[in-house]
């Protein structure tokens, strides 16, 4: 609790003045003396907040001491509100450190939708469908080299010795047929052929 005229801690100097205003007892001491009447020769001083007349006579009915440093109550001792006030502070307190949990579970979350969005790209998918092809492809489509005849069920890779791509393979998507042949083109660079439906390997022609 501070002074009101010089507005340091009361500490053990708080003196109440009769109209319950307190102050200590230097700033009491210091207020200038004033005269009730020109022959009184009592001096009085006036509040400095509500200027009410008090003697200037420093006695227990005039200025009363007021000691505020007295010992913290005992939890036993101690009423149901202040233990209300601090169960509230405590819940105020972790209710902050949740929604800080919040915060950073949310975040992880965003980021891991991000890198689901990005796993899912079209670039993302063609790379796994054309990985996963060459998976399954028969042994002997993964290990000879130039053209060959595949089946109409099979149109899909085949390997021929122009292939641009890292993997050495074509990725063809079937375009056309006629009575004799099958036209693809290859959908990584464009490079197109035709193969003849039968069991013997036959020769790309360039388009």
């Given amino acids: 609790m501070d002074c009101q005229v010089c507005f340091e801690d009361l500490g053990d100097r708080a003196h109440c003045l009769p109209c319950g205003h307190i102050y200590c007892l230097p700033c009491i001491s210091g207020l200038e003396p004033q005269r009730r009447s020109r022959n009184s020769r ?8 509500c200027r009410t007349v008090v003697s ?3 006695c227990p009915e005039n200025i009363r001491r007021i000691f505020l440093n007295l010992p913290s109550p005992s939890p036993e001792t101690q009423t149901p509100s202040a233990i ?14 949740a929604k800080d949990e919040l915060r950073r579970k949310d975040g992880e979350i965003q980021e891991l939708g991000r890198q689901v969005t990005a796993e899912r790209s079209p670039s993302a998918v063609a790379s796994t469908s054309t990985s996963t092809t060459q998976e399954e492809r028969p ?41 004799h042949a099958t036209k693809y083109t290859c959908t990584n660079c464009r490079f197109s052929c035709s193969e003849r439906r039968q069991q013997n390997p036959a020769r790309a022609s360039v388009n």
């Fill in 139 to 179: 042994e002997h489509l993964r290990t000879s080299t130039g053209n060959v005849s595949v089946p109409n069920d099979y149109p899909q890779n085949i390997v021929v010795p122009e292939c641009t791509t890292s993997d050495g393979y074509h990725s063809f998507s079937k375009k056309g047929s006629n009575q």
């Fill in 42 to 49: 009592t001096q009085s001083i006036k509040c400095p907040e």
């Fill in 56 to 58: 200037l006579r420093i």
């Fill in 84 to 97: 209300s006030d601090r169960q509230l502070k405590k819940l105020e307190v972790e209710l902050a450190k």
